[in-house]
């Protein structure tokens, strides 16, 4: 690619977040340089393919993402939800230190939705609070982005597709939204391109709003027969902890509070609402 832009690193380009990171910054024309854990996967071929500089190494090597980060604009960071608190928070310091450190001038950190002031006992919300505060204190031009409900999480099993019906948090006319993981990078272009605008914010990003009777119906529509919506039992949520504080944070915490819609629709023209999601690229996650 030859324009005058300098690289941005993105983590976890083999992945969902950093995957959409990348094609949504490609296609804006930024040399996009990505840190892989093994250049010889099908992914990793796909990102070189597509004109990804591509940097063999993990986390755990500091040297290799400090030289990484030389010569770069920007940064995106995202980490993987398989680690323990303490890891996640370490790794996500480690990074933003490393990011401060080579001065680059505009870094750009995922962090959730559910993130906020307190602590919530769930240990991969409270990661990311902490991160936050962190990022926030370094002396670095930094953008947080809250991302809502993944469109995709609502497609894996476990939510009683197969059996005609439709189990998950919200009551019938309760709301909550969403954004569909494409959606990210392209909410994530749009901030590199603007860090005048988007210098010191902290946003959450979503591509929709949905409520329980409307998933019904799109469901519905979706599968060509009725699936019947239901909230999960109060017995469940009230027995796992992990259920119930996503429950609690979609009935009145961080999840309840919604953006508007139309804002977000300035910063990415492109959302994508739901059903038009499930049917165009959430098709394939569909497994009935
Ligand atoms: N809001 C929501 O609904 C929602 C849903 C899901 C996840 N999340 C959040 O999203 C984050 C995860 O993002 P994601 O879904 O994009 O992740 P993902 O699809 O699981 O991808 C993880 C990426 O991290 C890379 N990676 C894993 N371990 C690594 C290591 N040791 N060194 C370097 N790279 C490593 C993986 O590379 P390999 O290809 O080498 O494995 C992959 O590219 C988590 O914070 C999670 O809490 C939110």
């Given at each position: 690619?030859?324009?005058?832009?300098?690289?941005?690193?993105?983590?976890?380009?083999?992945?969902?977040?950093?995957?959409?990171?990348?094609?949504?910054?490609?296609?804006?024309?930024?040399?996009?340089?990505?840190?892989?854990?093994?250049?010889?996967?099908?992914?990793?071929?796909?990102?070189?393919?597509?004109?990804?500089?591509?940097?063999?190494?993990?986390?755990?090597?500091?040297?290799?993402?400090?030289?990484?980060?030389?010569?770069?604009?920007?940064?995106?960071s995202?980490l993987?939800?398989?680690?323990?608190e303490e890891?996640e928070v370490c790794l996500g310091c480690m990074i933003a230190d490393?990011a401060t450190?080579?001065?680059?001038?505009?870094f750009?950190y995922s962090s959730g939705?559910s993130a906020g002031e307190k602590p919530t006992?769930?240990a991969r919300f409270d990661a990311k609070s902490r991160i936050e505060a962190y990022v926030r204190s370094l002396p670095v031009?930094a953008t947080i982005v809250r991302?809502?409900?993944?469109?995709?999480?609502?497609?894996?099993?476990?939510?009683?597709?197969?059996?005609?019906?439709?189990?998950?948090?919200?009551?019938?006319?309760?709301?909550?939204?969403?954004?569909?993981?494409?959606?990210?990078?392209?909410?994530?272009?749009?901030?590199?391109?603007?860090?005048?605008?988007?210098?010191g914010q902290t946003l959450?990003?979503?591509?929709?709003?949905?409520?329980?009777?409307?998933?019904?119906?799109?469901?519905?529509?979706?599968?060509?027969?009725?699936?019947?919506?239901?909230?999960?039992?109060?017995?469940?949520?009230?027995?796992?902890?992990?259920?119930?504080?996503?429950?609690?944070?979609?009935?009145?915490?961080p999840?309840?509070?919604?953006?508007?819609?139309?804002?977000?629709?300035?910063?990415?023209?492109?959302?994508?609402?739901?059903?038009?999601?499930?049917?165009?690229?959430?098709?394939?996650?569909?497994?009935?």
């Open positions: 690619m030859s324009n005058d832009k300098l690289p941005i690193l993105v983590f976890g380009a083999t992945g969902q977040q950093g995957g959409s990171v990348v094609n949504a910054l490609l296609r804006a024309q930024w040399p996009v340089r990505a840190l892989v854990r093994d250049p010889a996967t099908s992914k990793s071929n796909t990102l070189r393919n597509a004109g990804v500089e591509l940097v063999r190494g993990s986390f755990a090597d500091m040297d290799v993402i400090r030289a990484a980060m030389k010569g770069t604009h920007g940064v995106f995202v993987p939800g398989s680690l323990a890891e490393l450190e080579t001065g680059i001038e505009h750009v939705a006992g769930v031009t991302p809502m409900i993944f469109m995709e999480m609502l497609v894996r099993p476990g939510f009683g597709l197969e059996e005609d019906r439709y189990t998950f948090f919200l009551k019938l006319d309760q709301s909550m939204q969403l954004v569909a993981v494409e959606d990210i990078g392209k909410f994530v272009a749009a901030i590199f391109a603007d860090k005048k605008r988007f210098g959450k990003i979503a591509s929709d709003t949905v409520t329980g009777r409307e998933l019904e119906v799109i469901f519905s529509e979706a599968a060509g027969r009725p699936i019947t919506y239901m909230r999960f039992p109060d017995e469940l949520l009230a027995s796992n902890p992990d259920l119930g504080q996503l429950a609690a944070s979609l009935d009145q915490g999840l309840a509070k919604h953006v508007d819609l139309n804002a977000m629709r300035e910063i990415n023209p492109e959302i994508v609402s739901f059903r038009s999601w499930l049917a165009a690229s959430g098709c394939s996650a569909l497994y009935w």
